[in-house]
């Protein structure tokens, strides 16, 4: 079933390339952002997440780089695969504050 | 999905009706929240909970309730459902002494006919 909007930006890659996502945050107050990928039917699943005194961080085929001074988020897939074919959404907060705001997401498709 | 459940699934109701949803988590989590997401709004914050019997409204919390009398249970309670509450219902927890990071359940596909 279809759980996001309909008219996502999408990212088509092939197999095996290198992907990127790219996120605007909105609160220049936000220091920890978060990762998220979101298959159809399923809940948002962590992927990597980053607090606001790093500029990188590094996960398995996954990187997440911070530009504070332009706001703004990357998620770098490695190896792009079918598997990774989703919808991926970056969030923000700020330490102590009880929500999470969501990016709208990217659709990320994978062609074989 | 980080031992958390939701029930229903799916749900199909009518205008007026009550509806409630569950999240149970098995992670013995401080923190629980609900969210909704609708295509164009992503996901919204309805109400969170930060201790039993210690909830908080979110950004979009008019028409909903919610309930938490056991850590491990947080109930959405819609009182008289409309059209607008059709959405994807998703609960998430998370600890927020180690990390702020919250962890999303399957969610619920509800519709208001």
């Known amino acids: 079933g279809e759980s996001v909007g309909l008219h996502l930006p999408t990212l088509s890659v092939q197999e095996g390339d290198n992907s990127i996502i790219n996120c605007a945050y909105s609160n220049s107050a936000s220091d920890y952002f978060i990762w998220y990928k979101q298959e159809s039917g399923k809940g948002p699943q962590f992927i990597i997440d980053?607090?606001?005194?790093?500029d990188k961080r590094q996960g398995q085929r996954v990187t997440v780089l911070l530009n504070k001074t332009v706001k703004h988020l990357s998620l770098q897939i490695a190896a792009t695969q079918p598997g990774d074919s989703a919808v991926y959404f970056c969030a923000e907060t700020l330490t102590g504050r009880r929500a999470l705001t969501f990016g709208s997401g990217t659709r990320l498709q994978v062609q074989p | 999905d980080a031992g958390i459940t939701q029930s229903p699934r799916h749900k199909v109701t009518e205008t007026g009706t009550p509806v409630t949803l569950r999240c149970h988590q098995t992670?013995?989590?401080?923190?629980m929240y609900w969210y909704r997401q609708d295509p164009g709004h992503g996901l919204r914050l309805i109400h969170y909970s930060y201790g039993v019997k210690d909830t908080d409204k979110g950004e979009v919390s008019d028409g909903y309730s919610v309930s938490r009398s056991k850590t491990e249970d947080f109930l959405l309670t819609l009182e008289s459902a409309t059209s607008s509450q059709t959405s994807v219902y998703f609960c998430?927890?998370?600890?927020?002494?180690?990390?702020?990071?919250?962890?999303f359940g399957p969610g619920t596909r509800l519709t208001v006919l």
């Open positions: 992670e013995n989590h401080r923190y």
């Open positions: 998430a927890i998370s600890d927020r002494q180690t990390t702020d990071t919250q962890y």
């Open positions: 980053i607090r606001s005194n790093m």
